[in-house]
């Protein structure tokens, strides 16, 4: 398979001092840009879309908004998580809607800075490639930031 060549999202690309919101999903440590994120939620009760593809979650009402809501889980095609884990959700705004982003656990807001981005490296697993812009390398982990716009883009259809 071929190395990644993808330029990584420029709206809020790795300048110094960037700040990412941390979130876990199968032991793995993921970040997404706090410019991207609304809220963060305890687990919401969703309601199941008819004909949706398995990972959409459902709809949740949200302070007077339908937001889709999105298994992260299963669109990086992980397995699913067990019946006893409850999942948090960030929201995040991607082209003036609202998506529930359903992942195992979010942590902290980290500012890092440009000069410990890297790119994808080959050896990432090529279901994180597909929706990573980039890594950062952290004390003995690896976080990789995912671009929003590639995790809700459903070939042009939009999740809804």
């Known amino acids: 398979m071929s190395q990644d060549r993808r330029q ?45 593809p398995p990972e959409i979650a459902g709809s949740l009402n949200l302070r007077g908004r339908i937001v889709t809501a999105i298994d992260v889980r299963l669109r990086l095609g992980l397995p699913m998580r067990n019946a006893d884990e409850t999942p948090m ?41 597909e929706y990573s812009e980039g890594i950062y390398r952290l004390d003995g982990e690896l976080l990789v930031v995912l671009d929003v716009n590639r995790l809700l883009d459903y070939g042009g259809l939009k999740a809804a």
Request: charged residues 25%; proline residues 7%.
């Open 8 to 52: 990584p999202n420029t709206d809020h690309a790795h300048e110094d001092g960037a700040e990412y919101v941390t979130f876990r999903i199968a032991k793995q440590l993921f970040g997404i840009h706090v410019l991207k994120v609304q809220d963060v939620l305890n687990h919401c009760k969703t309601t199941r879309i008819p004909l949706a």
């Open 89 to 129: 959700s960030i929201v995040v705004e991607n082209e003036g809607e609202l998506y529930s982003l359903m992942v195992d656990s979010v942590g902290e807001v980290l500012p890092l800075t440009n000069g410990s981005w890297e790119r994808n490296p080959p050896t990432l697993d090529p279901r994180l490639r």
